[in-house]
């Protein structure tokens, strides 16, 4: 293939990253990864709507939001003073949330993709999509 067909492949020589970018990038998609083992295609499927869905509300760096999605997943939850850094709030939601799988992923799922409607209508086809039996 040459040059000139304008193709883009996303590789990290062509964003600039650096080793530690790289490193860390790594570190993320294998973390992912070993957080769908064990889980069927339709849970993967629900965790990735899941985790996109919170991946575009940290985006926003807003704290009162973060803290409402935040007591939604963990009602118990006490936000004491180390909870007033967005980052921190959306690191610990995002660990709670990969953990496993669960009736509680599933609600949560449900009610945070509402806030994106491509998201909210491929959550509703995975959840309605019956499971292949062997």
């Keep these: 293939m040459s040059s000139s067909n304008n193709v883009i492949s996303p590789t990290s020589k062509e964003f600039n990253l650096t080793e530690k970018q790289k490193k860390n990038l790594n570190k993320i998609n294998n973390k992912n990864k070993i957080n769908m083992i064990g889980l069927t295609r339709k849970e993967r499927a629900l965790k990735k709507l899941l ?17 409402y999605w935040y007591k939604e997943w963990n009602p118990k939850a006490n936000l004491h003073k180390g909870y007033n850094d967005a980052t921190v709030i959306k690191e610990q939601l ?34 309605n999509r019956e499971e292949v039996k062997k």
């Design 51 to 67: 985790c996109d869905a919170l991946e575009r509300i940290g985006n926003k760096n807003s704290l009162s939001e973060l803290r």
């Design 94 to 127: 995002h660990n709670e949330v990969n953990k496993g799988w669960s009736d509680r992923h599933l609600i949560f799922g449900e009610m945070i993709t509402r806030n994106f409607s491509d998201l909210n209508k491929a959550w509703r086809i995975e959840v």
